[in-house]
């Protein structure tokens, strides 16, 4: 293997500036990254990092006693400990491709590792996330095994009555889209997230409000169709369904391994994954340190590779995602219609 500084043929300088243009394209398609509690990574720090909740105390109704100062409550807190992972890949390049190509192959490299990076990264956490142990199925399913209806506002609303029974808190701030670690403000509502597929189902519940028809619609995030009871919903094609997990129910069809059927069959289970504030915890894939390209150029000769002829564009990051609290962090699970009207 050829000798490799940090970052290649590029300077330091440089490789922030590759980092920027990467996060650049992927922030955008990124959503799990918008309500999460984000921890950056400490440098020089061990591969377990520790996310802190604190609770709540408790109400003080006692009066107080004239003269007498009350004894106190002493802060609690829970600490969930999760590891890092290192994720990366790399993009092969030759001298003839970037001599004789009319596009600038290496920027657009860059470019395409940006969204690879996003994807990777919103994939890995969904998985995690998906993972909880607080689950409600469709029109009260017993299991996912019996789940053969699609998303009804009903069961919207035991979710929610659920979520205020556990003094979960409606999310009212959100990390914005930008390289750099900031948030900012958002009107308090929870939030789930699905896959694009279930739009027509979505559209279709009792009582559900389209982007469109919001009292201000350029305020919805990017991927959001629509707000049903207190939750927004923001759909992605990454968040794919269990393949023909569910119940076949008569005279209704649904997507079965991925297809539009024409009879009943065992339905393809979509989890909706629907947050509080403070759900769950992620390293963030923004800040100088997030991210870590290497750019090496076609035309320096190695041991390995002694005319020059092939290059790079390669990138790693180190993340991890968890649940801070179960009981904020539901999954949803239900059918997708076949063929929506």
């Known amino acids: 293997m050829p000798e490799l500084t940090k970052f290649g043929d590029i300077s330091p300088r440089q490789a922030a500036y590759s980092a920027v243009k990467m996060l650049e394209r992927g922030q955008n398609l990124v959503i799990l990254e918008r309500f999460g509690q984000s921890v950056p990574i400490p440098k020089r720090n061990t591969q377990t990092i520790k996310f802190r909740r604190y609770e709540s105390l408790a109400l003080a109704t006692a009066p107080l006693a004239e003269g007498v100062t009350p004894s106190g409550q002493k ?8 590891v890092l992972q290192q994720l990366g890949d790399t993009v092969g390049l030759t001298d003839i491709v970037v001599d004789t190509h009319e596009d600038a192959v290496p920027k ?3 470019k395409l590792c940006g969204e690879q990076i996003a994807d990777t990264v919103e994939v890995v956490r969904y998985n995690k996330l998906k993972a909880g142990s607080t689950v409600f199925y469709a029109n009260s399913a017993a299991s996912r095994a019996y789940v053969s209806s699609p998303p009804l506002a009903k069961d919207l609303k035991r979710i929610i009555r659920y979520l205020n029974r556990q003094k979960a808190k409606p999310i009212s701030t959100m990390v914005k889209a930008s390289a750099l670690i900031s948030t900012e403000p958002v009107n308090p509502s929870f939030f789930a997230v699905c896959h694009t597929d279930l739009k027509p189902d979505l559209k279709n519940m009792d009582g559900f409000t389209e982007v469109k028809n919001y009292s201000n ?6 991927g959001e169709v629509g707000a049903c009871e207190e939750i927004r919903f923001i759909c992605t094609r990454l968040f794919d ?6 119940s076949s129910a008569t005279g209704t069809t649904y997507l079965s391994n991925g297809e539009a059927v024409s009879s009943a069959a065992a339905p393809d289970v979509y989890p909706i994954l629907i947050f509080a504030e403070d759900a769950y915890a992620i390293v ?5 340190n997030a991210v870590t390209p290497t750019l090496i150029n076609p035309g320096t000769p190695t041991k390995d590779d002694p005319l020059g002829q092939r290059g790079s564009v390669s990138w790693k990051t180190m993340q991890t995602c968890c649940i801070l609290n179960q009981s904020w962090c539901i999954r949803y699970e239900t059918a997708c219609t076949s ?3």
Request: charged share 15%; net charge negative; glycine share 6%.
């Open 75 to 82: 802060l609690t807190y829970t600490d969930v400990t999760a």
């Open 108 to 110: 657009e490299t860059i």
């Open 217 to 222: 619609s350029d305020k919805a995030l990017p």
């Open 241 to 246: 369904p269990w393949l023909a997990a569910g």
């Open 284 to 288: 963030p894939l923004q800040g100088e």
């Open 339 to 341: 063929n929506p009207s």
